[in-house]
Structure formats: C-alpha cells, structure tokens
C-alpha cells in the first residue's frame, strides 16, 4: 500500500477558483495538516472524500 493512498488531494484548478466563504480571499493548502487555509483570516476548513467543507461555523 503507497503512502499517498490516504492523502487528501485538492485539484490546483478548484484551488484557483475557491474563496473563502468569510472574507472571500484566496484560500492555500495546508499539506502537514491536509487542509485549506484562508491567507487572511486563517480560519481552516477540512477537506472529506476530496471535497472542500467551506461552512462558515
């Protein structure tokens, strides 16, 4: 079993388009932690079967 099997993956096309539901700014992904992080406010979101969970909680 590969090592990157259970890695979360974020296609870069979705990541050039996808904002931040809070501030819309542009959102990076976080590799260590496996999720995606708004470049202003810092508020992280998970990511679930491939897909970005942006609610605003």
Same mark, same amino acid.
């Given at each position: 079993? =590969?090592?990157?099997?259970? /890695?979360?993956?974020?296609?870069?096309?979705?990541?050039?388009?996808?904002? $931040?539901?809070?501030?819309?700014? /542009?959102?990076?992904?976080?590799?260590? /932690?496996?999720?995606?992080? $708004?470049?202003? $406010? =810092? =508020?992280?979101?998970?990511?679930?079967?491939?897909?970005?969970?942006?609610?605003?909680?």
């Amino acid at each position: 079993m =590969k090592d990157n099997q259970n /890695k979360k993956y974020i296609n870069p096309d979705l990541l050039q388009i996808l904002v $931040c539901p809070i501030d819309k700014k /542009k959102l990076a992904y976080n590799k260590e /932690k496996e999720t995606l992080s $708004c470049l202003e $406010c =810092k =508020k992280e979101y998970q990511i679930k079967n491939e897909i970005p969970i942006l609610l605003n909680n």
